[in-house]
């Protein structure tokens, strides 16, 4: 069976870090597109952070040059570092795997940027 299990979420201040893990299991994960989206109060769902297959990386704007994503195909993880967090980068994260017509979501982990 498919799944994404998320780790590392936590309460901060800000400007400090947070590293994210999403272990997966059931899926040839070395083939798979994998992401973080994340999703604040009231707000719609969005995209954070994206490596393919090929190792290509995307950003979102607000937090491009903050974050880094990364992935470890030997260990089926990807990571999401997370520096100079700002109050509002609080928000539920979600880790996602995609191949083709299959996208597989994890259950979110809380992260919080609060003073």
């Known amino acids: 069976q498919a799944q994404l299990v998320e780790s590392g979420g936590d309460s901060v201040q800000p400007g400090g870090s947070l590293r994210l893990s999403c272990a997966a299991s059931?899926?040839?994960?070395?083939?798979?597109?994998l992401a973080w989206y994340r999703q604040a109060p009231g707000k719609e769902r969005e995209l954070v952070a994206r490596v393919r297959a090929n190792h290509r990386l995307d950003y979102s704007d607000s937090v491009q040059g903050r974050f880094t994503i990364s992935r470890d195909n030997a260990k089926k993880e990807v990571y999401l570092q997370m520096n100079n967090l700002k109050p509002e980068d609080t928000a539920v994260y979600y880790c996602?795997?995609?191949?083709?017509?299959?996208?597989?979501w994890g259950q979110g982990t809380q992260v919080t940027v609060t003073s």
């Open positions: 996602n795997a995609v191949l083709e017509t299959r996208s597989i």
């Open positions: 059931g899926i040839s994960f070395s083939f798979y597109a």
